[in-house]
């Protein structure tokens, strides 16, 4: 480089470093007359009601693709009791031709195998569930959408299957090859349920004139399938991967033909499949529902169709005109020493929902992350995290709906849900919106033009 590039280039740097350091020369002129103030407000009127639960979907049919089927029961003393088991049909597995002479065949085994789901197992993990198979003749009109008060009549019905377990969803299994029987083969964790080989064969003799799904179920209407469980809940994956005929779930049919040769064949489960549950609210509980004052104190959710919070914001008019920058909503769980937590922990995502023209809304500032597939803890929050004095705190970014309802085009009520509530049995305490150290908050930043 010759010395007229070089200091060329030193005069230009002189020129840059100057022009950094003067701040006075950036944005000068932006604003001539006007300033901008900032402000936050944190003072509003609102009010807390626990509401009953009530049933929601668990089949949306040609639509729905739930995973988690919690069955099995739990109560405690601040909550109540819950309690769910499922139904499913089963359908052919089209990837592979239905033998022709399984009829003919002689039975070794029939085995209802299941996947875990780790998300809805609930309460008391070392409880052994009892689980029963029955065959299910009475079975319901499945709407399009199947809500979890549908009642599962097990009057009549025939048990044809039993297992005792204790859940190991982590602990891979150890189980004799069928077509080599010196062999044995290491398999990942599942529930195998043993199914009456007697019941199968007087069910399928007729099986060689069954072509269609419809024929199926017409024959084997469906099954219900629960837990007499006192302290826990065990997650069933039912879902589409789980479900798929490369994946575990299904009926095993493991047979000998008319040669003598070992065969197998795997029904499928249906998906229409739904679980019935309820919850029943304790004594404690019951007295704080729909009840403003109690809300000023304590307030609950609770999945499945167990209770939820609503919040009115009274005074939210008072930011009409404001140029609201952020808004955060900060619920603070709360200290219910005979709740154990380890046992039965908090809900992992809060949602929030509000009502308008008696249809329900996900708040933009979920929906919003959901439909770019951005996970909720990144920009809404609404799961619970440590602080310092507490059982942990929820903090919910809400900016999209404080502004919405600050222009009256959202309702100035809205509702606390378990993420998931049809499929999530998890449950939390709150302190409610007038605790002296902890109540309920709605920060709001905004800016004023003076």
């Known amino acids: ?62 639509f729905s693709n739930y995973t988690s089927y919690p069955i099995g029961s739990y109560s405690d003393e601040t909550f109540g009791k819950v309690e769910s088991e499922l139904f499913t049909r089963f359908v052919f597995n089209n990837s592979v031709l239905l033998p022709s002479n399984m009829h003919k065949a002689t039975f070794d085994s029939i085995v209802l195998v299941m996947s875990y789901d780790t998300s809805s197992m609930y309460g008391d993990a070392n409880e052994v569930h009892n689980l029963t198979i029955k065959e299910v003749f009475d079975v319901p009109i499945l709407k399009d959408s199947v809500f979890s008060n549908t009642p599962i009549n097990t009057s009549g019905a025939i048990v044809i299957g039993r297992k005792a377990l204790l859940p190991r969803p982590k ?57 007499d469980s006192k302290n826990s809940l065990l997650g069933l994956n039912f879902g589409a991967v789980a479900d798929n005929s490369n994946n575990i779930n299904g009926i095993n049919v493991y047979y000998r033909d008319s040669a003598d040769v070992k065969r197998n064949y795997k029904f499928l489960f249906s998906a229409s499949k739904y679980t019935n549950f309820k919850s029943e609210p304790s004594p404690f509980l019951a007295t704080n529902l729909n009840s403003p004052q ?24 008072k930011l009409k005109g404001k140029i609201i920058s952020h808004a955060s909503l900060e619920l603070t769980v709360a200290d219910i020493p005979r709740l154990d937590n380890s046992k039965y922990p908090y809900i992992p995502q809060l949602s929030i929902v509000y009502e308008s023209d008696n249809t329900t809304f996900l708040i933009r500032d979920i929906s919003d992350l959901l439909n770019q597939q951005i996970q909720l803890d990144f920009g809404f929050g609404g ?68």
């Not at 929601?56 to 049919?61: E, F, K, N």
């Not at 404080?402 to 499929?423: D, E, F, H, Y």
């Open 294 to 317: 109690k809300g000023e104190d304590l307030l609950f959710v609770q999945g499945l169709d167990g209770v939820n919070t609503q919040l009115t914001f009274k005074d939210i008019a």
């Open 1 to 62: 480089m010759n010395k007229s590039s070089i200091l060329f280039f030193l005069v230009c740097l002189s020129l840059f470093y100057a022009s950094c350091e003067d701040p006075s020369s950036i944005g000068s002129g932006l604003l001539d007359d006007d300033k901008l103030s900032v402000e936050v407000e944190n003072q509003f009127d609102i009010e807390g009601v626990t509401l009953p639960g009530k049933p929601v979907i668990t089949l949306i049919q040609n």
């Open 171 to 227: 602990d891979s299994l150890t189980i004799v090859d069928y077509f080599v029987d010196t062999v044995s083969t290491r398999i990942r964790a599942q529930i195998r349920v043993p199914i009456d080989k007697n019941w199968f064969k007087q069910k399928f003799e007729g099986i060689k004139s069954i072509e269609t799904n419809l024929a199926l179920q017409s024959l084997f209407k469906g099954v219900s399938i629960s837990s």
């Open 383 to 450: 799961n619970p995290i440590e602080k310092a004095g507490t059982k942990g705190v929820y903090k919910m970014n809400v900016t999209k709906l404080v502004k919405s309802m600050a222009l009256g085009t959202v309702p100035n009520k809205i509702r606390l849900l378990a993420s998931s509530t049809n499929q999530r049995p998890h449950r939390t305490p709150f302190y409610g919106v007038k605790h002296p150290t902890n109540p309920v908050k709605l920060v709001v930043s905004y800016t004023t033009q003076e």
